[in-house]
């Protein structure tokens, strides 16, 4: 049994009529999380982008859903003190009634730092920082009020797949584990350490939900698939120059690609390896069509 979550890149022209279009339809379509990205401006380098405030946006979220899972995906730890993400992550926890996934990372885009300001480490260093800080954000929970709703803390999910730093700090602090594409060999060999982490402190791994992030494109037929890839690859610069075919494979490299069944066939796969949660990257974010085809065939065959 798999589960499809929707994650919208947020720096790369989202706004607020789109993000409340998205947070009712994502919700009413019946997905089980709605995720977004924390960054200061488009990652593909178009920096007229709209980019909408991360904590913001999941503030109204709560506000705007009832249901559905919420969170980033992930806030890096460079991005605000530890002690006041923590804050802030209780409140929108509590105005969601506890639906909040809190992401965490280490932040890994040097171009939004420099050009806001933001002092970026090295990697050692940052690794240090997000360590840290997730310490302080636990405890922040114990100290101050109001508390989160669920027994004080907030569920974590932590990406990385580091075998030195990143997956034993998961096995010690994670709720999910996120894969940020999906490469079966990759997923194999890097559960296989992760779960060694978890045993080695005693924990069981199967208390770690795994998901992978992952683009799609998905039509209803072949001319379907091959009008949505030609608009991937409009908005997509890494995509640009290549034709259609092309479009399709580069995609479905690390990603989704197909009609209804054969996306089907390729979570089944997926999820047979032990993935329980697909957070498709939706780049489309006017495509009301394509989350529709979502809901009606392809998560009903593969809960």
Same mark, same amino acid.
């Given at each position: +049994?798999?589960?499809?979550?929707?994650?919208?890149?947020?720096?790369?022209?989202?706004?607020?009529?789109?993000?409340?279009?998205?947070?009712?339809?994502?919700?009413?379509?019946? &997905?089980?999380?709605?995720?977004?990205?924390? !960054?200061?401006?488009?990652? +593909?380098?178009?920096?007229?982008?709209?980019?909408?405030?991360? /904590?913001?946006?999941?503030?109204?979220?709560?506000?705007?859903?009832?249901?559905?899972?919420i969170g980033p995906m992930v806030s890096p730890m460079t991005f605000r003190?530890?002690?006041?993400?923590?804050?802030?992550?209780?409140a929108v926890d509590i105005l969601s009634s506890g639906r909040l996934i809190l992401g965490?990372?280490?932040?890994?885009?040097?171009?939004? !730092?420099?050009? &806001?300001?933001?002092?970026?480490?090295?990697?050692?260093?940052?690794?240090?920082?997000?360590?840290?800080?997730?310490?302080?954000?636990?405890?922040? /929970?114990?100290?101050?009020?109001?508390?989160?709703?669920?027994?004080?803390?907030?569920?974590?999910? +932590?990406?990385?797949?580091?075998?030195?730093?990143?997956?034993?700090?998961?096995?010690?602090?994670?709720?999910? /584990?996120?894969?940020?594409?999906?490469?079966?060999?990759?997923?194999?060999?890097?559960?296989?350490?992760?779960?060694?982490?978890?045993?080695?402190?005693?924990?069981?791994?199967?208390?770690?939900?795994?998901?992978?992030?992952?683009?799609?494109?998905?039509?209803?037929?072949?001319?379907?698939?091959?009008?949505?890839?030609?608009? +991937?690859?409009? &908005?997509?610069?890494?995509?640009?120059?290549?034709?259609?075919?092309?479009?399709?494979?580069?995609?479905?490299?690390?990603?989704?690609?197909?009609?209804?069944?054969?996306?089907?066939?390729?979570?089944?796969?997926?999820?047979?390896?032990?993935?329980?949660?697909?957070?498709?990257?939706? &780049?489309?974010?006017?495509?009301?069509?394509?989350?529709?085809?979502?809901?009606?065939?392809?998560?009903?065959?593969?809960?």
């Amino acid at each position: +049994m798999a589960k499809l979550g929707i994650m919208i890149e947020g720096q790369e022209g989202l706004n607020w009529d789109r993000w409340r279009r998205l947070c009712r339809e994502v919700e009413a379509l019946g &997905f089980t999380s709605l995720r977004r990205s924390d !960054h200061f401006f488009s990652v +593909m380098g178009v920096v007229d982008r709209d980019s909408l405030e991360c /904590w913001t946006s999941l503030a109204l979220a709560a506000e705007w859903t009832q249901r559905i899972q919420i969170g980033p995906m992930v806030s890096p730890m460079t991005f605000r003190p530890p002690a006041l993400l923590a804050r802030i992550a209780a409140a929108v926890d509590i105005l969601s009634s506890g639906r909040l996934i809190l992401g965490v990372g280490a932040g890994w885009y040097e171009r939004e !730092h420099v050009e &806001f300001g933001i002092p970026f480490f090295t990697l050692k260093e940052r690794m240090d920082l997000f360590e840290e800080g997730v310490k302080t954000v636990r405890e922040t /929970w114990a100290k101050s009020n109001p508390k989160p709703v669920r027994n004080g803390a907030i569920p974590l999910l +932590m990406g990385g797949r580091g075998e030195k730093r990143a997956l034993p700090l998961i096995a010690r602090e994670a709720a999910e /584990w996120n894969l940020s594409h999906m490469d079966p060999d990759e997923y194999q060999q890097k559960r296989k350490v992760l779960d060694e982490c978890c045993r080695a402190i005693g924990r069981d791994p199967s208390g770690i939900r795994h998901s992978v992030m992952a683009n799609y494109i998905i039509g209803r037929d072949r001319d379907d698939l091959r009008e949505r890839a030609a608009q +991937m690859r409009d &908005f997509l610069p890494s995509l640009h120059g290549l034709d259609i075919d092309a479009t399709l494979s580069a995609v479905g490299k690390r990603g989704l690609v197909g009609t209804p069944e054969e996306i089907v066939d390729q979570i089944r796969r997926h999820a047979a390896l032990g993935v329980d949660l697909f957070m498709l990257q939706h &780049f489309l974010l006017d495509d009301k069509d394509a989350l529709e085809l979502l809901a009606s065939d392809v998560m009903p065959a593969v809960a």
